[in-house]
Antibody
Framework: QLQLQESGSGLVKPSQTLSLTCAVS??????????WSWIRQPPGKGLEWIGY???????YYNPSLESRVTVSIDTSKNQFSLNLRSATAADTAVYYC??????????WGQGTMVTVSS | EIVLTQSPGTLSLSPGERATLSCRAS???????LAWYQQKPGQAPRLLIY???NRATGIPDRFSGSGSGTDFTLTISRLEPEDFAVYYC?????????FGQGTKVEIK
């Protein structure tokens, strides 16, 4: 059964880059024509889609974050990653990786809390 | 960007009662590319419904979705104790994927 697991720094200083990786297990990230997404949720608030990527490397981003976001994929390691530059306190959130984007988000990681603070 | 507005913000009901949740879109959601998710505290969201009315794998049949165009509904026919949670709608029709702000279903 497919599983996703986020990892990365839980504390980021303002103006620095937030970096996370999502490891996919139980299946290949390259199969089935799926897209792979990042979604975040500030404490006590709703969900915000950040962007998604196909195994080909094609990416689609939320326009509100596009200038600061890069999503990349490493099919040899069966994982995909998020870089969010120039982080501010407003980027403090639980970050989820999920399968989907072009389709509904049908499998989610457990989420990882990232705090932006000096 | 398609804005999704969910109502009510909070629904207070008792186990066994019927829950009706609304999601209204600011523009037509083409091909009914509308999904519903359930989120419990400290957990990731879980896909319940996709394509406005199709239950995801393993979702009990007390959950049903309906609607088209700009108006969509999630119905829980008889609330079980494990159904008290926050529910989000989400559209995947436009290039910018968006979520509603959520409806909390709480125990009355």
């Amino acid at each position: 059964q497919l599983q996703l697991q986020e990892s990365g720094s839980g504390l980021v200083k303002p103006s620095q880059t937030l970096s996370l990786t999502c490891a996919v297990s139980g299946g290949s990230i390259s199969s089935g024509g799926y897209s792979w997404s990042w979604i975040r949720q500030p404490p006590g608030k709703g969900l915000e889609w950040i962007g998604y990527i196909y195994h080909t490397g094609s990416t689609y981003y939320n326009p509100s974050l596009e200038s600061r976001v890069t999503v990349s994929i490493d099919t040899s390691k069966n994982q995909f990653s998020l870089n969010l530059r120039s982080a501010t306190a407003a980027d403090t959130a639980v970050y989820y990786c999920a399968r989907g984007g072009s389709r509904p988000f049908d499998i989610w990681g457990q989420g990882t809390m990232v705090t932006v603070s000096s | 960007e398609i804005v999704l507005t969910q109502s009510p913000g909070t629904l207070s009901l008792s186990p066994g009662e019927r829950a009706t949740l609304s999601c209204r879109a600011s523009q037509r959601v083409s091909s009914s590319y509308l999904a519903w998710y359930q989120q419990k505290p400290g957990q990731a969201p879980r896909l319940l419904i996709y394509g406005a009315s199709n239950r995801a794998t393993g979702i009990p049949d007390r959950f049903s979705g309906s609607g088209s165009g700009t108006d969509f509904t999630l119905t829980i026919s008889r609330l079980e104790p494990e159904d008290f949670a926050v529910y989000y709608c989400q559209q995947y029709a436009s290039s910018t994927r968006t979520f509603g702000q959520g409806t909390k279903v709480e125990i009355k």
